[in-house]
């Protein structure tokens, strides 16, 4: 809720009424004062989309120039015209040096890593981090649609303060994240350089019929082996998951060639199983009346100690905190 806080006071700031537009994107407005309630990407996409079209500018107001709404349109189809991951890059941030006054950005590559650096214009006021955030989304969510694939993200610098939500944002960009920092920018892998962008006017079709609000919080390919990996695993209880070599086999490659398909997404076996867990027990303690104990032995933690120093990594609360914080919400609303 901090996230769909934080773009309802971007509507609020436009002179739009919050609480219509959350209902318009199926979110109760008694939530919006529930801290500890979460949304779906769906809703949260639709949220975004309904601002951004109210407004009239797809970067919600966080520019003294307005991004027109179809700007993504015409930016889309612009780096459609790329060959390689490389071109549609330079392409979608040249995009936004023109459509942007005060936020513009610089690309540096090299054979370790592909770093796209941020600067304000001299004389504004350093950007909040769901600006540079709502910068991230646009550029690299077309661009891992492009070349058909999630662009791993190795660490993101930022010279705002830390946001109150930034569990969440390490969430939608990566655990190598500091604030306060003398320069803003976020570093890619770079193998999507060299890939080729595989995407036509066809696909676009279908893609912009609900973009950006249909990746606005993190981009997942669905035909991705992190997504087959994800399938596979919702399929079985979290005590049957099978380990990595046992995945491959399902999935009919050599386990090295798995390792390498998740590391180019940005994934592993690992991480796949930590978030699944996470989203299950979350699940279990906000719709269930099971016992705590019962809960961490169904996802996996052989002991209960286990799951409470994970659940506070994932949420900073104690288990029976969360429930109880759930429990309150679900009457208010």
Request: glycine share 6%; proline share 5%.
């Amino acid at each position: 809720m901090s996230l769909v806080n934080e773009t309802l006071a971007r509507a609020r700031d436009g002179g739009l009424d919050p609480a219509a537009l959350a209902q318009a994107a199926g979110i109760a407005p008694a939530w919006l004062d529930a801290p500890h309630a979460r949304v779906s990407a769906a809703q949260y996409g639709a949220l975004w989309s309904g601002i951004a079209r109210a407004l009239d500018d797809e970067f919600l107001g966080q520019d003294s120039h307005a991004m027109k709404y179809g700007s993504f349109v015409a930016m889309t189809h612009a780096a459609l015209g790329a060959r390689t991951g490389r071109q549609a890059l330079q392409r979608a941030v040249h995009f936004m040096r023109l459509v942007l006054d005060d936020l513009a950005a610089g690309i540096d590559a090299d054979a370790r890593r592909v770093r796209v650096t941020l600067a304000h214009r001299p004389g504004t006021a350093t950007p909040t981090m769901f600006a540079y955030a709502t910068w991230f989304i646009l550029v690299y969510g077309l661009l891992c649609w492009l070349v058909g694939r999630r662009i791993p993200l190795a660490a993101a610098r930022f010279r705002c303060p830390a946001p109150a939500a930034a569990a969440e944002y390490r969430l939608m960009f990566c655990d190598d994240m500091a604030f306060d920092q003398p320069e803003s920018w976020f570093e890619l892998a770079p193998a999507f350089l060299d890939l080729p962008v595989i995407q036509n006017s066809r696909t676009a079709r279908a893609f912009l019929r609900n973009a950006p609000g249909n990746f606005v919080v993190k981009y997942r390919h669905a035909g991705a082996f992190a997504s087959r990996v994800r399938r596979m695993l919702r399929a079985l209880p979290a005590t049957a998951w099978p380990d990595a070599d046992a995945l491959a086999q399902r999935l009919n490659v050599a386990p090295a060639t798995l390792r390498r398909r998740l590391r180019e997404e940005g994934q592993s076996c690992q991480s796949i199983k930590d978030e699944l867990r996470r989203d299950l027990a979350l699940a279990a303690l906000r719709d269930t009346p099971r016992s705590v104990a019962d809960i961490a032995a169904s996802v996996g933690f052989a002991e209960p100690s286990a799951f409470h120093r994970a659940f506070r990594k994932w949420t900073g609360q104690r288990p029976a905190e969360y429930r109880a914080a759930q429990a309150r919400e679900a009457r208010v609303a």
